[in-house]
């Protein structure tokens, strides 16, 4: 016996298991009490199964492919219940989240309510075993179906032949058809029925014959578990189309929806939209994320309108890449954890994500197939800048004043082609994160660019400081060095001033990323006799504040157990030791915790 990845079984425990569930695939296949009991046992066990996150202690401390066995079992067993569920109650006409539908040989649920007794105990008369139904495969959400739906389903129910009548005969379409000519209208079949703790048939009330979409709905909180209902079928599974995702239909004029006989006015199929699923998935996803790292990850605000408006792709893509860019923010060892965490949502609702991507770092977006988020990759470090220089938007190449044949050939050290780099980055990642923030002057608060009247702005501005930066190193302007400084700060300030209001972690994709905008200035600071502060966060506090960087601070996030400094949004200078004595006209900026209040 060998699994799916194609494992030999190393003991005998395999075997049992494979056995097992054998044993377990025919009972839930026969109508009876215990499958009925089986099913349930079942049932607890997959939802015991949903409090083990791979991504949390002490599990991450497993090695990355039983993490993802795990799931695997864990959604295939999801899988496994769902359809059993749906099979069985296929087979007997009704859907499988509930609501009064057409039996399908014609007959209407709960016929017995014709006199006006309403105790519906023909319902479970009606049940008959062997009843079949072409293309009766459906998948269907567990969530969807309330667990006393499944006790209440006469899928699982025994049906018991009368006292002296022998085993019914499996119904087929042609019997259907016979048994509907041979029975009066309004007459049913009795039969005794155990009596069950396990099993109690309520009336359908106009509060149970709700359509699907009002009763069950998408709701996120029933999407929030690993086991998704979104999935590409293996090569050597069924596909199934939409047409046999729908309850059959009944050529009984009486028990056509809208009839006066019928039992209920609402739809006669389960519609449910897969990406939907998948977007509801990935909200959880997000939220859970932002739960457990909200040191460095706020609650978002809440979605404006537009942003819901969209088809379930757009959903899909919008809260993809959200993810992914708040995954930037947090310590690099717990990004990697939580990436590979949506990684694994992804594979297990029919998206993967290749692996190659998952362990590329300059991938900071990972795609998902079918068009729904193409990857964005957007490197901290190049191995040929000036080719990566010559392949931005020509547009940062005329803001430059450079032809882009002229900006791959600039000698080492001149800032040119980092700076072309680096500002189509920070264009991108403005209009990837929608909770960036920058000040376009020094004296101004960083505002959001969530907006993109906003994001307009930065960008013109970004022109303007490009523009100026570039003509500072023109041969033929004659700048100071001191001038093509101030001028290459001042760039530093918008190019590299992208913050989030609540700072980043110090150790994190984004700090890098400022850190490496930072050091474009080295060559210019040292030819003016500057240099350039480089010190970890951690070992900044207020009096560096005040020495090296401008008074108009940033306020950060207020209490006592918060870093000091919590960002560096302007890089800070200072004159070389043994430099000509002078005002230090280059000092940076900083996010600053907020004083305590005095007390009096």
């Given at each position: 016996?060998?699994?799916?990845?194609?494992?030999?079984?190393?003991?005998?425990?395999?075997?049992?298991?494979?056995?097992?569930?054998?044993?377990?695939?025919?009972?839930?296949?026969?109508?009876?009490?215990?499958?009925?009991?089986?099913?349930?046992?079942?049932?607890?066990?997959?939802?015991?199964?949903?409090?083990?996150?791979?991504?949390?202690?002490?599990?991450?401390?497993?090695?990355?492919?039983?993490?993802?066995?795990?799931?695997?079992?864990?959604?295939?067993?999801?899988?496994?219940?769902?359809?059993?569920?749906?099979?069985?109650?296929?087979?007997?006409?009704?859907?499988?989240?509930?609501?009064?539908?057409?039996?399908?040989?014609?007959?209407?649920?709960?016929?017995?309510?014709?006199?006006?007794?309403?105790?519906?105990?023909?319902?479970?008369?009606?049940?008959?075993?062997?009843?079949?139904?072409?293309?009766?495969?459906?998948?269907?959400?567990?969530?969807?179906?309330?667990?006393?739906?499944?006790?209440?389903?006469?899928?699982?129910?025994?049906?018991?032949?009368?006292?002296?009548?022998?085993?019914?005969?499996?119904?087929?379409?042609?019997?259907?058809?016979?048994?509907?000519?041979?029975?009066?209208?309004?007459?049913?079949?009795?039969?005794?029925?155990?009596?069950?703790?396990?099993?109690?048939?309520?009336?359908?009330?106009?509060?149970?014959?709700?359509?699907?979409?009002?009763?069950?709905?998408?709701?996120?909180?029933?999407?929030?578990?690993?086991?998704?209902?979104?999935?590409?079928?293996?090569?050597?599974?069924?596909?199934?189309a939409a047409s046999e995702l729908t309850t059959p239909q009944s050529t009984d004029p009486q028990s056509a929806p809208g009839s006066p006989?019928?039992?209920?006015?609402?739809?006669?199929?389960?519609?449910?939209?897969?990406?939907?699923?998948?977007?509801?998935?990935?909200?959880?996803?997000?939220?859970?994320?932002?739960?457990?790292?909200?040191?460095?990850?706020?609650?978002?605000?809440?979605?404006?309108?537009?942003?819901?408006?969209?088809?379930?792709?757009?959903?899909?893509?919008?809260?993809?890449?959200?993810?992914?860019?708040?995954?930037?923010?947090?310590?690099?060892?717990?990004?990697?954890?939580?990436?590979?965490?949506?990684?694994?949502?992804?594979?297990?609702?029919?998206?993967?994500?290749?692996?190659?991507?998952?362990?590329?770092?300059?991938?900071?977006?990972?795609?998902?197939?079918?068009?729904?988020?193409?990857?964005?990759?957007?490197?901290?470090?190049?191995?040929d800048l000036p080719a990566a220089a010559r392949d931005a938007d020509p547009k940062f190449h005329r803001y430059l004043g450079l032809p882009?044949?002229?900006?791959?050939?600039?000698?080492?050290?001149?800032?040119?082609?980092?700076?072309?780099?680096?500002?189509?980055?920070?264009?991108?990642?403005?209009?990837?994160?929608?909770?960036?923030?920058?000040?376009?002057?020094?004296?101004?608060?960083?505002?959001?660019?969530?907006?993109?009247?906003?994001?307009?702005?930065?960008?013109?501005?970004?022109?303007?400081?490009?523009?100026?930066?570039?003509q500072g190193l023109d041969e033929g302007m004659a700048w100071t060095r001191e001038n093509r400084l101030g001028a290459a700060h001042h760039?530093?300030?918008?190019?590299?001033?992208?913050?989030?209001?609540?700072?980043?972690?110090?150790?994190?994709?984004?700090?890098?990323?400022?850190?490496?905008?930072?050091?474009?200035?080295?060559?210019?600071?040292?030819?003016?006799?500057?240099?350039?502060?480089?010190?970890?966060?951690?070992?900044?506090?207020?009096?560096?504040?005040?020495?090296?960087?401008?008074?108009?601070?940033?306020?950060?996030?207020?209490?006592?157990?918060?870093?000091?400094?919590?960002?560096?949004?302007?890089?800070?200078?200072?004159?070389?030791?043994?430099?000509?004595?002078?005002?230090?006209?280059?000092?940076?900026?900083?996010?600053?915790?907020?004083?305590?209040?005095?007390?009096?």
């Open positions: 016996m060998t699994d799916a990845h194609g494992h030999r079984p190393r003991h005998a425990h395999a075997v049992r298991l494979g056995a097992f569930a054998q044993a377990a695939t025919d009972l839930l296949d026969s109508p009876s009490q215990c499958g009925e009991a089986l099913f349930e046992a079942l049932h607890e066990c997959w939802l015991a199964l949903q409090n083990v996150p791979g991504h949390l202690p002490p599990y991450r401390d497993d090695p990355r492919e039983v993490v993802e066995r795990f799931e695997e079992a864990r959604t295939q067993l999801g899988w496994a219940l769902r359809e059993a569920s749906a099979l069985t109650a296929a087979a007997h006409g009704e859907r499988p989240a509930g609501g009064g539908t057409s039996e399908p040989d014609g007959g209407e649920s709960g016929e017995g309510d014709r006199d006006g007794d309403g105790d519906g105990d023909e319902r479970v008369g009606r049940t008959d075993p062997g009843a079949s139904v072409e293309g009766g495969e459906a998948e269907v959400r567990l969530d969807s179906v309330p667990k006393d739906r499944v006790t209440d389903s006469p899928s699982h129910a025994s049906a018991v032949p009368e006292e002296g009548e022998g085993p019914k005969p499996p119904r087929t379409p042609e019997t259907s058809q016979t048994s509907q000519t041979s029975e009066p209208p309004g007459t049913s079949v009795p039969s005794e029925t155990p009596e069950t703790p396990e099993i109690s048939v309520t009336p359908e009330t106009p509060e149970s014959a709700e359509t699907p979409d009002e009763q069950d709905g998408l709701d996120p909180a029933n999407l929030a578990k690993p086991s998704v209902s979104v999935r590409q079928p293996r090569p050597t599974e069924p596909t199934f006989h019928s039992s209920s006015p609402g739809p006669t199929a389960v519609r449910t939209d897969p990406l939907a699923d998948f977007a509801a998935v990935l909200e959880q996803l997000e939220s859970e994320l932002r739960s457990e790292q909200v040191r460095y990850l706020p609650q978002p605000a809440s979605p404006r309108r537009e942003d819901r408006d969209g088809d379930a792709a757009e959903l899909v893509g919008r809260v993809w890449r959200r993810v992914h860019m708040a995954l930037l923010r947090l310590p690099g060892d717990v990004a990697a954890e939580w990436r590979t965490t949506a990684a694994a949502r992804a594979a297990l609702a029919g998206l993967p994500v290749p692996d190659e991507e998952v362990a590329d770092p300059d991938v900071i977006v990972l795609g998902l197939p079918d068009g729904l988020c193409p990857a964005e990759r957007l490197p901290l470090d190049f191995a882009a044949a002229e900006i791959g050939d600039l000698p080492p050290g001149d800032p040119r082609p980092a700076w072309a780099v680096r500002a189509a980055q920070a264009e991108r990642l403005a209009t990837l994160d929608p909770e960036l923030h920058v000040a376009l002057l020094h004296d101004h608060q960083p505002g959001s660019l969530a907006e993109q009247e906003h994001r307009d702005k930065y960008e013109r501005r970004l022109a303007s400081l490009l523009r100026t930066a570039g760039l530093d300030m918008v190019l590299g001033g992208l913050v989030h209001k609540r700072p980043a972690a110090p150790d994190s994709w984004w700090y890098q990323w400022r850190t490496r905008v930072s050091q474009i200035l080295v060559p210019l600071a040292e030819d003016a006799n500057y240099e350039v502060i480089f010190r970890p966060l951690e070992d900044l506090h207020r009096d560096f504040a005040a020495e090296y960087t401008i008074a108009e601070t940033v306020k950060g996030i207020a209490g006592s157990s918060e870093p000091e400094v919590q960002w560096v949004v302007w890089t800070a200078l200072r004159r070389k030791k043994g430099a000509n004595y002078g005002p230090n006209k280059h000092k940076g900026r900083v996010v600053v915790r907020p004083a305590e209040p005095t007390r009096r």
